[in-house]
């Protein structure tokens, strides 16, 4: 196996937080980067199995970790995973609240329970276990808060309308919990990721209520998608996590309420 | 008619709840046996043998932490309740990998490793024999090594300590129960071909995964990594009649890859 053990000094070295969403990937990608980087990470995704692979994977190369497995759209658990992850590491030191839902394309005739799914998991569950955080990050002078939002966050979404109310909500959040909790040393900010390359892209590639794309090839959507931007691929989940990383680090220490987008110069 | 290498026989095995030792759970009761799926996960063991025996007349999940010398001896009478009859094999399978240097491990999670890695093993053991002296088939006790049992590699000092001491482990066993009928054995696997390995590359720093496998499986002489169903045939082929003059042998299942120096070409 190819292992270049280069001696670098760990960027995320001595703090323990949280990644949901992290079973696959871009979450999977930064909770196995910052236990790469020192970090003690909780694992938190709704499908267990695959985020105790995670899990076991960082703590089979020396690291820390542990999975936290179930549905963020509960707000016991979007709460409970916080104080789990204090329980069992002592403290938490930063939050990357990835998880969210690509909703649906539909606005006229849309059913009003889609618009509250569409709130709930992207920004009602982040909002839920920010607040949770905060108390801790408190007692502790410093934190460190990531959301992630998309370029249908800084632009209107043409696909799905919901998902930019969604994805433009937490740029609001971020910013606003920036003003409030700045001079307490807590950092809140965003990762704007265009086109990736996970297993939500087949949904964003052809929401389940889409006329136009219903029954065309998976492949050649994502293709076409992924074509749609100046470096004329999807990024890999590796450099959204990368982007990640750095908010999330002290690297990024003067960085607050900033939302970095990640797309390849889509939205520039 | 096509004869079950393991017809009738009753199989504990650790570790169970995912990959090999899973495989090998599935394989056993292909083969005609009775399984307990024991694993300190017991939800996942549950999901486990509710996947291999949905009617679960098959397989059993039992939790059990093998760290714990009173959870093996719990396991083993639990699984004796669900056979209603003495352990004809015995998977000791349960363990986990660590890397790193050593001196930058800390203690707590070193300990930890030796504690589920070789304790864990004796423990189990030591619950296990007395049921398996008992079995009226040859019985067969089998622990789970590593190509690092023979093999070291560095940044895996604990690991390769652990894996070591599983095969001495092996071998004062099988002298110690061979007069009452029983075989102890182990396997040793190199590192297997699944997602799991996958993930565990990307955790160790590999930046092109499919490259890494790929590496991987050329440095071995037959040019591929092991697999689950690798381990589970071996897991079998000890654990049945065809294995009854085998005794404290480590088999190793590496492609090669401990029999020398290889260069491909």
């Known amino acids: 196996m190819n292992e270049k053990d280069i001696e670098m000094s760990k960027r995320m070295a001595d703090r323990f937080g949280i990644v949901t969403a992290a079973a696959s990937g871009m979450g999977r990608a930064g909770a196995l980067r910052f236990a790469r980087e020192g970090a003690a990470v909780a694992v938190v995704d709704l499908d267990e199995a695959k985020a105790r692979e995670v899990a076991d994977a960082i703590t089979a190369a020396g690291g820390q970790a542990f999975a936290l497995a179930g549905n963020l759209m509960d707000e016991d658990f979007a709460r409970g995973i916080v104080q789990e992850t204090r329980k069992r590491f002592g403290r938490l030191d930063f939050l990357w609240a990835h998880a969210g839902h690509p909703s649906v394309s539909r606005v006229e005739g849309l059913d009003l329970r889609e618009f509250d799914v569409a709130m709930n998991l992207n920004v009602r569950a982040a909002f839920a276990s920010a607040i949770e955080a905060i108390p801790h990050m408190r007692e502790r002078g410093f934190g460190s808060v990531l959301f992630t939002s998309s370029t249908s966050g800084v632009i209107g979404s043409p696909f799905s309308p919901l998902y930019s109310v969604a994805k433009w909500g937490l740029i609001g959040l971020a910013r606003s919990l920036a003003k409030r909790y700045g001079p307490e040393g807590m950092r809140f900010n965003v990762v704007c990721p265009g086109t990736t390359d996970t297993p939500m892209l087949d949904v964003l590639v052809s929401r389940p209520d889409e006329e136009e794309t219903k029954g065309r090839n998976l492949d050649e959507l994502k293709r076409v998608r992924a074509a749609g931007n100046p470096m004329g691929r999807a990024a890999r989940p590796e450099e959204v996590a990368n982007a990640a990383l750095f908010l999330l680090s002290q690297e990024a220490s003067y960085v607050n309420g900033a939302s970095l987008l990640v797309d390849g110069g889509k939205t520039a | ?265």
């Open chain 2, 1 to 265: 008619m096509s004869t079950m290498q393991l017809q009738d026989h009753h199989a504990v095995v650790t570790g169970a709840a995912r990959g090999l030792g899973a495989a090998a759970a599935r394989r056993f009761v292909a083969e005609g046996a009775r399984v307990v799926i024991a694993d300190i996960d017991l939800d996942a063991a549950k999901r486990c043998a509710l996947d291999i025996d949905p009617g679960g007349e098959r397989a059993a999940a039992i939790a059990c932490d093998v760290a714990d010398p009173a959870a093996c001896e719990a396991l083993v009478e639990a699984s004796e309740a669900f056979f209603g009859a003495p352990v004809d094999v015995f998977l000791a399978h349960a363990g986990m990998g660590f890397a790193g240097a050593l001196a930058e491990a800390e203690p707590a999670r070193v300990r930890r490793v030796v504690e589920v890695n070789v304790l864990g093993a004796l423990f189990c053991a030591r619950a296990a024999l007395p049921s398996l002296a008992r079995s009226p088939r040859a019985a067969s006790l089998i622990f789970t090594s590593s190509l690092q049992g023979v093999m070291a590699r560095a940044q895996r000092s604990v690991y390769t300590a652990s894996k070591h001491a599983i095969v001495g482990l092996t071998k004062a066993l099988a002298l110690e129960a061979a007069p009452q009928g029983v075989r102890v054995n182990a396997i040793a696997p190199a590192s297997t071909d699944t997602p799991f390995l996958r993930t565990q590359l990307e955790a160790a720093g590999a930046q092109d995964i499919d490259r890494a496998v790929a590496q991987a499986a050329a440095a071995m002489p037959l040019g591929w990594l092991p697999t689950p169903e690798d381990f589970a045939d071996a897991a079998v082929f000890l654990a049945s009649p065809a294995a009854r003059s085998i005794t404290g042998h480590n088999l190793v299942i590496d492609c090669g890859a401990s029999a020398g120096i290889f260069r491909r070409g």
